[in-house]
């Protein structure tokens, strides 16, 4: 799996919080107490997880999922499974809660996901207490009316992965977008233990009026969305 892709997981989560003004913090404040109602509209999903293959390679599912606003959740979702593409498929039954103080559940196949919902129910950020299969799983609500110039300036991102090798991978930098469809990422990256920071890399990218973006980097073509 190519280095890029835990970094753009962090920016596409940067990006869908500056769309929807994703709400954060704890239970106080005077908001109004909430429930499953929150969790309402189509959403793009995004689980990383770990596997236990020798050596560990890691797997990431990705898509569109619509909140029911009453505890169902449907969809389709893309896997890459240690390098390997498959789907789209059909999302297993899914459903979740919302207790009044914003903490969210959510039950998918043998998966169980414990974590929070902003306040405006922008997103939600969960990790799996459950299954076998260590994972986080976060929503991002999509919009209308995005294009390239909603991507423009520096971003800050952060990633991290398992290579097809086993060996363990963090990332931290920016990535400065154009507006037009341009950028450039300079990250530090920390590879079991030994620093070092990686050359500047080009890439161009593309915005969906939803709010889905795609880069595809100049080095080698690898794509991502």
């Avoid at 800050?156 to 930098?173: K, M, Q």
């Avoid at 920390?190 to 161009?204: K, M």
Wanted: proline residues 4%; glycine residues 18%.
């Amino acid at each position: 799996m190519p280095r890029h892709h835990a970094i753009l997981v962090c920016l596409a989560l940067a990006l869908a919080l500056a769309a929807t003004g994703c709400g954060g913090g704890g239970g106080g404040g005077g908001l109004p107490p909430a429930d499953e109602s929150l969790l309402s509209g189509d959403y793009f999903m995004l689980i990383l997880a770990g596997d236990d293959d020798t050596p560990d390679e890691g797997i990431t599912l990705w898509g569109d999922v619509a909140a029911d606003g009453a505890g169902g959740l449907t969809g389709s979702y893309t896997e890459n499974d240690g390098g390997g593409i498959s789907g789209p498929s059909v999302l297993p039954a899914a459903t979740y809660t919302v207790a009044a103080s914003r903490a969210t559940s959510l039950s998918l196949s043998s998966l169980g996901y414990s974590g929070w919902t902003g306040a405006d129910g922008g997103c939600s950020l969960m990790g799996d207490v459950l299954g076998s299969t260590p994972s986080t799983l976060a929503l991002c609500k999509l919009g209308s009316g995005f294009n390239q110039a909603s991507l423009n300036g520096e971003y800050h991102v952060a990633g991290f992965l398992v290579s097809l090798g086993g060996d363990a991978e963090a990332y931290a930098g920016t990535a400065t977008f154009d507006g037009a469809g341009t950028a450039t990422f300079n990250v530090t990256q920390n590879l079991d233990g030994v620093i070092a920071s990686l050359p500047a890399e080009a890439a161009t990218y593309l915005v969906s009026a939803n709010g889905r973006f795609q880069v595809t980097f100049t080095s080698g073509g690898d794509v991502h969305e």
